[in-house]
Structure formats: structure tokens, C-alpha cells
């Protein structure tokens, strides 16, 4: 079981709809990250929090707008999206990017997205 | 840019047998290497971290040597067994401004059959 959870684990959409992902981890991590992940390609960066502020945004489209509630709490929301962002969209915590620049990334299960 | 390497790209051995991955890096100025499994449509499981001070890590069947100077490391799993079939992937990440980023290898396809 991973330390990390993500919700809902499949999703299909329309492209004139509003959906949001989750993230939840109870590690004490103040480091949290979103992931995209197209079939067969590495993990890419989307973005970084730390201590529940938007640390690192990696030229990622306003159609996704992430959230953090607090520092166990991750969101994504998602609007207008395109076909091409069908991806595994993956969530992962460390200790911290200073605290911790040595701490592994633990990373969800993803949330497989389908936009139609 | 950091680059990262991995070799080969797909690897089929019978159960049992002994195998090692490749990761190669273009940076050498690196906090860490971590080397994840990944099972189809799951997310990454960390397998093993290695520090840029360290040389190796070993987490039963599983041994991860580091030498940074050369930009390469290797994963070794002993006694191959079919539930170790996976995509494994190595990720680096950098010092200086970049030590938020992973950046990851495109993955070796590990087929283990029975």
C-alpha cells in the first residue's frame, strides 16, 4: 500500500468540463508535487509545493490549477481540457526541498485521466 | 540540461537468473540517484536512494552502486523472480537550483519469465 492516496484512480471528462484531483499523505512531508506521465515517457515536473506554497510551476497551461489546503492536502483542478493532457497524473511528498533535499520522493498510484 | 540514460530499453531473463540495469547521467553535480519500480497503469514504488556521498545501497535482492564522478550507476537484482517484472526507472536529482527536480530516465522494461 502506498503512504501517498489519490482519488478518484480513474476519470474520464469532457473537454467543457470542471473535475479535480486529490492528494492525501499523512508522512509530516511539507514537499508535495504533481506529475504527468504519458504511456511509455518518464514522469514529467508539473508542480512543486512546499510548506503549502506554490514553490514551482514548470510552464504548466492555466487549464490546470493546482491547490494546496493544507500540508497534507493536494488538489488539481482541471478546465477545458484538451485531448492530448489523457495522461496518468501522479502525486508525490518529500520531507522538504530544503529541509531534505536527500529525502526519496514517495509517489501515489495516479489518477489515469481520459478527456474526451 | 541534466540527461539521464537508461540501458537497455526492454530486458527479458528466465527466472532465476541474475541481471543488471544501466543508468547513465550527463551531470555530475547530483544531491542523489533514486532508482523506482513501476507495474503497469501503478505509480512509482522507491527501491533504493543514493546519496552523491555514498557509493552504494542494498535493500535485499536489490544493490545500487553510484559512481558520480563517471555519471553512472547500476541496479543489481539477484535471483530473478517473475513478480519482479516491472518498468524500473532511475531519477537523479540535481544540486545547485534544481534541488526540487527529478529527472528521469525513459525506463528498462523488465520481463522475468517462469
Known amino acids: 500500500d502506498t503512504e501517498v492516496t489519490q482519488t478518484p484512480k480513474h476519470l474520464v471528462m469532457g473537454m467543457t468540463n470542471k473535475k479535480s484531483l486529490k492528494c492525501e499523505q499523512h508522512?509530516?512531508?511539507?514537499?508535495m508535487y504533481w506529475y504527468k506521465q504519458k504511456a511509455k515517457k518518464p514522469p514529467e515536473l508539473m508542480f512543486v509545493?512546499?510548506?503549502?506554497?506554490?514553490?514551482i510551476n514548470e510552464s504548466v497551461p492555466s487549464r490546470f490549477s493546482p491547490e494546496c489546503p493544507n500540508s497534507s492536502l493536494l488538489n488539481l483542478h482541471l478546465h477545458a481540457l484538451q485531448p492530448e493532457d489523457s495522461a496518468l497524473y501522479l502525486c508525490?511528498?518529500?520531507?522538504?526541498?530544503?529541509?531534505?533535499?536527500?529525502?526519496?520522493?514517495?509517489f501515489g498510484n495516479g489518477t489515469r485521466l481520459t478527456v474526451t | 540540461k541534466q540527461e539521464v540514460t537508461q540501458i537497455p530499453a526492454a530486458l527479458s531473463v528466465p527466472e532465476g537468473e541474475n541481471l543488471v540495469l544501466n543508468c547513465s547521467f550527463t551531470?555530475?553535480?547530483?544531491?542523489?540517484l533514486q532508482w523506482f519500480r513501476q507495474d503497469p497503469g501503478k505509480g512509482l514504488t522507491s527501491l533504493l536512494l543514493i546519496q552523491s556521498s555514498q557509493r552504494e545501497q542494498t535493500s535485499g535482492r536489490l544493490n545500487a552502486s553510484l559512481d558520480k564522478s563517471s555519471g553512472r550507476s547500476t541496479l543489481y537484482i539477484a535471483a530473478s523472480q517473475p513478480g519482479d517484472s516491472a518498468t524500473y526507472l532511475c531519477a537523479v536529482k540535481g544540486s545547485g537550483g534544481s534541488n526540487y527536480k527529478l529527472t528521469f530516465g525513459k525506463g528498462t522494461l523488465l520481463t522475468v519469465n517462469p
Open positions: 508525490a511528498s518529500s520531507q522538504g526541498l530544503s529541509r531534505g533535499p536527500n529525502s526519496p520522493l514517495h
Open positions: 509545493y512546499s510548506y503549502e506554497k506554490l514553490s
Open positions: 508522512m509530516g512531508h511539507r514537499a
Open positions: 551531470d555530475s553535480a547530483i544531491y542523489n
